[in-house]
């Protein structure tokens, strides 16, 4: 049996007990939890993601790499929006490039300082705007932004209170002519090794 415990104020703490959950939901709990630091402290209502202000971190301050898979660097940008990424530094300096954002051709082994939510993308300004709530001056240090495959709750997309329209990050709308369009596909058949009988 596992217990959870998340602080939903400064007064009281909700304590859940889990018999077996799927691994996604207690990742997802974790990746809420993460992000329960960026809500001040004091609010009862919870702020979505379009209230809280971002930082800006030019193009060329920090390297970009998608680990999990190949992405053309035509389409890098799309991987990086609306995307959890870890924030990190790498010992080698950022190679600067004014038109773009700048490209790691491998994955380097590096200090995580901490993750965010990149909010948006800025291609007039050269500009990420992301969501952490890594203190600034440990941000300051961070030269990487690594996008792997932990995809942020759809619950922080889909409960955007005040939006009218169209939810932003949220569509069904897929072009199914563009490599990696489309639903995610869940993968549920698969059965782990301690539900095998031998």
């Not at 703490?13 to 402290?41: E, I, K, N, W």
């Not at 971002?54 to 609306?82: C, E, G, R, W």
């Not at 080698?92 to 993308?121: N, S, Y």
């Amino acid at each position: 049996m596992l217990a959870v415990c998340t602080p939903v104020s400064d007064m009281f703490c909700v304590c859940v007990f889990f018999r077996r959950t799927h691994s996604s939901v207690l990742r997802d709990m974790a990746v809420l939890a993460y992000l329960g630091q960026l809500q001040p402290s004091g609010m009862e209502l919870v702020l979505p993601l379009h209230s809280l202000v971002p930082y800006q971190v030019p193009f060329n301050a920090v390297s970009i790499k998608v680990i999990h898979t190949d992405v053309a660097p035509a389409h890098i940008l799309y991987s990086v929006n609306a995307s959890w990424v870890g924030l990190c530094q790498v010992p080698d300096e950022v190679q600067c490039k004014a038109d773009g954002p700048v490209l790691l051709t491998h994955t380097p082994i590096c200090d995580c300082l901490g993750f965010g939510i990149v909010r948006g993308v800025d291609m007039d300004k050269k500009l990420y705007h992301i969501l952490t709530p890594v203190a600034p001056e440990n941000l300051r240090l961070v030269n990487c932004l690594l996008i792997g495959n932990i995809p942020v709750p759809n619950c922080v997309f889909l409960n955007q209170p005040g939006i009218e329209g169209e939810i932003p990050y949220v569509t069904s709308e897929y072009n199914y002519g563009i490599s990696g369009a489309g639903k995610l596909k869940m993968k549920k058949h698969l059965k782990r090794g301690e539900h095998i009988r031998p």
